[in-house]
């Protein structure tokens, strides 16, 4: 059965100090791990999606990076508005199979 | 916006009631997933249509049931209706890589 696990389930920050959340995953094909941001109340916003161990992707001042088991997403220098639940999930080989998620990491960043 | 549309934003329900949640996907995505995400779970996959068709199933409950009219968009219809099914019901549409969701229906039992 694929497994999604994040770690921290939540994490304080001061504006400026970086840190890393963690996504452990099992499955049985990796077709793709995706990382979204989601505020409250609202829907999942896309941010990246990895394919191969050794792939990295950067948007402002995230990075995700992938391995053959885990996942990290790097928050550099987070600002205040960086403050969101981030989610990892995971699509295995087989067709038609659905994003499999996390249960997310709380992320807030104090000015 | 997302392209994803879906209605109504919240809805309240007594127990007991079915209630009828709609999704518009993005032009061109033929896929449609339904999630459920409440407090305790996070994000639960319910079930997958393409083009009409179902092709997965997930944590859906046999008191839900949904479909994907021909214009592709899809209904997600919860019956018998119980305290515990109040959450958040997401629908996501997708192309090859890409999966976009919409803003979700917030559902209140009472």
């Known amino acids: 059965e694929d497994q999604v696990t994040q770690s921290p389930e939540a994490l304080r920050l001061q504006e400026g100090e970086s840190s890393s959340l963690n996504c452990s995953y099992t499955?049985?094909?990796?077709?793709?791990l995706f990382w979204y941001r989601q505020d409250p109340g609202k829907g999942p916003e896309f941010l990246f999606t990895l394919y191969s161990a050794g792939e990295e992707k950067e948007k402002e001042r995230l990075k995700a990076t992938l391995t053959k088991k885990e996942s990290f997403l790097h928050i550099t220098a987070p600002k205040p508005e960086d403050s969101a639940t981030y989610l990892c999930?995971?699509?295995?080989?087989?067709?038609?199979?659905?994003?499999?998620f996390g249960k997310g990491t709380t992320l807030s960043v104090s000015s | 916006d997302s392209g994803v549309t879906q209605t109504p934003k919240h809805l309240i329900t007594a127990t007991g009631q079915r209630v009828t949640l709609r999704c518009s996907p993005r032009?061109?995505?033929?896929?449609v997933y339904w999630y459920q995400q409440s407090l305790d779970q996070g994000l639960q996959f319910l079930i997958q249509?393409?083009?009409?068709?179902?092709?997965a199933k997930g944590n859906i409950l046999e008191r839900f049931s949904a479909q994907q009219f021909p214009d592709l968009h899809s209904e997600l219809n919860l019956s018998s209706l119980e305290l515990g099914d109040s959450a958040l019901y997401f629908c996501?549409?997708?192309?090859?890589?890409?999966?976009?969701f919409g803003s979700g229906t917030r559902l209140t039992v009472v």
């Open positions: 499955v049985s094909g990796l077709r793709g």
């Open positions: 996501a549409s997708s192309a090859p890589g890409s999966y976009t």
């Open positions: 032009s061109g995505d033929l896929s």
């Open positions: 249509y393409y083009n009409g068709e179902e092709r």
């Open positions: 999930a995971v699509q295995g080989n087989q067709a038609g199979t659905a994003l499999i």
